[in-house]
């Protein structure tokens, strides 16, 4: 339901998106420079206010990608993570420096098992470091955000402290993180509901929400935020994050939108756009959106049952509180073939959602036309996979390329995989191995090419389109001593599919700058 015209209008609430920062803390979730840009750019053109682009701090690949995004996307406050010191405070200078709109988010954790046991610090010290820090953010940031670690275990007349005592110092947002999920909606209510009552000074900043999905209340807590007066929510694409993940960004939009007669708040997010940045997320971090999601997953708009079916075809809204139209979906099934010409594919990615350049556009009718050759029918799933695999996965730089694949197999007959790899450098490198399979062998034989051995923990293969030559998306997740590293690949046959994930999980590591940035990023902590 929609506010009607007689209603007030909705305030606004600050959309808060972590994607880069949180979200890429996921295990095996990294993501290089291009593919940082292209999200961020994605994030931009979706409407969120805020992009928290990285932890400087964090390693020197995170500087330079803050420091990419801040240049190269308009729009949004791109915003660092740094701890309550002079260090981080400076890195995330140095890497926010040229950005037109800048935020500087300092945290501190504030709850007893984190003062006791991670900071070793009684609370006077918790109140002068958060102090210092807020200080020394604004020194170089009009705009300074600080969170107080771990809020919602934190004794609320010590919460009430620290909050005051940062705003006193110069912070323009406070966030009341639930950083292990531990909170109920109505504590946490309760607990921006007393910020709010006790807080001098409260009014001079915004509040923020950040909540994580532990007990699988992310999105429900950061409402029941919203409603006791909180107006930033700090929220991922596909609610991506640490362990469970945090809030799902397009559930928190779509709920403000359909519910508004409630919440009474809007968002700048345009809603068509969360579709395509799910897609382009999902393919970039290799983390499946599970069917039954929310809002973008494939079920979200499917009915099945006899009953919903024939409610559906009397009036939609029998069994849809919102149309699938409002977040992206493309209802349309257009099949295009191989004599479908550059400008019908251009039509047909415009009435998906994606704005490419000529250039771009270029490279994805190359794919286009080679997949033709190879399959009759092209549909809509088919286009989004290429635009994301050509234009993502496929950019950046790369260690190995296939070359050559062939695989033997057969009932009686070891399975028996022959490789060709070619280095950046153009050497071409050959290596046979015999599998439990074919693809087995393919990934034994990519290992003795390459020298990198890892342990392989999943493995699937999900049909993009329709028909029995349908493309197959290949995932994989492979463990290795620098981390947990996750790969895709797309092809019409599964084993070269399987290949080319395999030796993107590969190529990740070799080129891998900073070997376990994310267990760096938890001792440091973070909201």
Known sequence: MHPTSSQAAPDRVVIFDTTLRDGEQSPGASMNLDQKLQVARALADLGVDVIEAGFAAASPGDLEAIRGVSRQVEGPIIASLSRCSRGDIAASWEALRDAPRRRCHVFLATSPIHRDFKLKMAKDEIVRRAVEGVKLAREKFEDVEFSAEDSARTELDFLV???????????????????????????????????????????????????????????????????????????????????????????????????????????????????????????????????????????AFAHEAGIHQHGMLTNRETYEIMRPEEVGFARSSLVLGKHSGRHALKERLVALGYQLED????????????????????????????????????KGLVAWTLDALSTTSGTGTLPVASVALRTAAGERLQEVAAGDGPVDAAFKAIEQATGIRVKLRDYQVVSISTGEDAQGEVSLEVEHPTGVYRGRALSTDIVEGSARAFLDVVNRIALRAAPVESEARAEMGTP
């Open 161 to 299: 402290e620290v909050v005051e005592r940062a705003i006193e110092a110069g912070a323009t947002t406070v966030n009341i993180p639930d950083t292990v999920g531990y909170a109920l909606p109505s504590t946490y209510a309760e607990t921006i509901r007393h910020l709010r009552r006790h807080v001098r000074g409260i009014e001079k900043a915004v509040i923020s929400v950040h909540c994580h999905n532990d007990l699988g209340l992310a999105v429900a807590n950061s409402l029941a935020g919203v409603l006791e007066g909180a107006r930033q929510v700090e929220c991922t694409i596909n609610g991506i994050g640490e362990r469970a993940g945090n809030a799902s960004l397009e559930e928190v939009v779509m709920a403000c939108r359909t519910r508004a007669d409630v919440l009474g708040i809007a968002t700048g997010v345009r809603t068509d756009r969360l579709y395509p940045t799910s897609r382009l997320v999902s393919q970039v971090t290799g983390l499946h959106v599970q069917r039954n999601k929310a809002i973008v997953g494939q079920n």
């Open 359 to 394: 250039g771009a556009i270029d490279r994805v009718f190359a794919d286009f036309k080679a997949l033709a050759d190879k399959k009759k029918d092209i549909y809509d799933a088919d286009i989004e996979a290429l635009l994301v695999h050509g234009q993502i996965l496929g």
